[in-house]
């Protein structure tokens, strides 16, 4: 029962282009979301995040979009960089002491 | 100065052993957390500790058992390692539990043959 979904397991950009990074989720209580990147036997690292009150948070060169009603989100990367080549994980989570659901995460290689 | 550290990185061991992981947290949080990442790459919350007190406790068999003696330390030990036990465990922390940043510690790989 995979409350929250990345249904791509990979994507490759050129250096420079835009990478969009797709995240759909079941649950309709989840009112918070982040994104975590993680690089190769490292720990994730928390990205950026957005509230349900908001349909778009912006952070430099990463944007987060929100559709409520398609219980979609995604990340926007741009410029894209070779040093964003990282596997990104989508998370959700409800307020209270409830954990965060995680998706597979999607490896994005950035190619110079 | 890492935040969230874990020892030991790897761990190969035979079934039917018992191991424990060790995860330190400098940042001087609240609440720490064992997460699993499974060969399907799910991550997926094991246990969550609120300053040393159990909160979160998702469907794990009792062969896992955490255990906080500070709040700046959670410790997984398992015993009668199974085959399926094979993974990578995560030990996060964060200020406050619910929808606060999770810091990650570095992962600890383990191979049960």
């Known amino acids: 029962d995979q409350q929250v979904k990345q249904n791509s397991p990979s994507l490759s950009v050129q250096e420079g282009r835009i990478s969009i990074l797709n995240c759909d989720y079941t649950n309709s209580m989840f009112d918070y979301f982040l994104w975590y990147k993680k690089y190769p036997a490292e720990g994730p690292t928390f990205l950026i995040s957005i509230s349900s009150i908001k349909d778009k948070n912006e952070d430099g060169r990463f944007t987060v979009f929100l559709n409520k009603s398609a219980k979609h989100l995604s990340l926007h990367i741009v410029p894209s960089q070779p040093g964003d080549s990282a596997v990104y994980f989508c998370a959700a989570g409800t307020p209270g002491n409830t954990p965060l659901v995680f998706g597979k995460g999607t490896r994005l290689s950035v190619i110079a | 100065d890492t935040a969230v550290s874990q020892t030991p990185k790897y761990l190969v061991t035979q079934m039917g052993n018992d191991k424990s992981i060790k995860c330190e947290q400098n940042l001087g949080h609240d609440t720490m957390y064992w997460y699993k990442q499974d060969s399907k790459k799910f991550l997926k919350i094991m246990f969550s500790y609120n300053n040393k007190e159990l909160i979160i406790n998702e469907t794990v068999p009792n062969r896992f058992s955490p255990k906080s003696p500070d709040k700046a330390h959670l410790n997984l030990h398992i015993n009668s390692l199974e085959l399926g036990d094979s993974a990578v465990y995560f030990c996060?922390?964060?200020?406050?539990?619910?929808?606060?940043?999770?810091?990650f510690g570095p992962g600890t790989r383990l191979l049960v043959l």
């Open positions: 996060a922390s964060s200020q406050g539990g619910g929808l606060e940043t999770q810091y």
